[in-house]
């Protein structure tokens, strides 16, 4: 998989019509959903603290059983990673977060650091905070959704934009 770049809008609550039509809009309808590894509840340190053995898994059966998961508890966080219906797309990310945020992503292909790649990777977190009705969209080189607090990106950030208030 070449480098790529990660853009992220952050929906402040789980909003099943929004990550529904996030969905429907960019995974393949065909996806198969792998084992979810997921943050135990009530988890307080770093996610690079926590060893491999303590994750907690859950198998779902399909792409509905595994968003219904995510919408079952607001304290549950963990990261599916699927396959993107466009070859525009590396792949399509929904991260729950911890607190009941979702984070909706896409990742552009970048193996050359271009500075043009930065700019679709700009228009598309500002499209993508616009569409989703998001509170920050934000994209990072090889960066996950940050699934403890979503609402400060990562210091790696390459660009951070926040939804402005009407």
């Known amino acids: 998989m070449p480098p790529c770049l990660d853009v992220y809008v952050v929906v402040a609550d ?22 979810l590894s997921v943050v135990p ?6 996610l690079d603290d926590l ?7 859950f198998d779902p059966p399909g792409l509905a059983e595994a968003l219904a998961f995510g919408f079952g508890d607001p304290r549950r966080a963990f990261t599916m990673y699927l396959a993107p219906m466009s070859m525009a ?6 991260g729950f977060a911890r607190g009941g945020s979702v984070t909706l992503g896409l990742s552009l292909d970048d193996p050359f650091n271009s500075p043009d ?7 598309l977190a500002d499209e993508l905070l616009a569409t989703y009705e998001g509170e920050l969209a934000w994209f990072a080189a090889e960066e996950p959704p940050v699934l403890l607090d979503p609402s400060n990106p990562p210091g790696r950030a390459l660009y951070v934009t926040r939804a402005t208030q009407p």
């Open 89 to 94: 797309f590396d792949q399509v990310l929904v």
């Open 14 to 35: 789980r909003s099943v019509a929004q990550v529904e039509a996030f969905v429907a809009e960019y995974v393949d309808p065909a996806v198969s959903v792998g084992s």
């Open 51 to 57: 060893a491999l053995e303590d994750w907690e898994t």
């Open 117 to 123: 790649r930065r700019d679709d990777a700009r228009r």
């Open 41 to 46: 509840v009530g988890y307080q340190g770093a």
